[in-house]
């Protein structure tokens, strides 16, 4: 079982890490490791570190690893999300 608290200490942390999942979330939770870092603005290289931190912290999957899958909100994502709009709404 994931800790929520660790990947929204990472998102609160690291602007970067909230612009990519902020990307994925305006997809409706699914898009391309390259439309991501094209709508983030983040060069290539660092989109991918990032989306495989995201990975690794349970809040993103992909159908392939690098630019080249396509990166989807986990269960845990989801949850992050409401927890970030519930947060944002006071």
């Known amino acids: ?3 929520i608290m660790t ?3 990472f998102l609160q942390s690291d602007e970067t890490a909230r612009r990519i999942f ?4 305006r997809a409706r939770g699914r898009a391309s490791g ?3 870092a094209k709508d983030s603005e983040v ?3 660092a989109a991918a570190s990032i989306l495989k931190s995201l990975k ?3 809040i993103l999957g992909s159908t392939d ?9 986990t269960e845990l994502g989801v949850k992050v999300r409401d927890f970030r709009v519930h947060a944002a709404a006071g």
């Open 1 to 3: 079982m994931w800790d």
């Open 22 to 25: 902020a990307s994925v979330e």
């Open 43 to 45: 060069s290539p290289e």
């Open 34 to 36: 390259w439309s991501i």
């Open 65 to 73: 690893p690098g630019l080249d899958g396509y990166y989807y909100l």
């Open 56 to 58: 690794e912290l349970g």
């Open 7 to 9: 990947p929204i200490e």
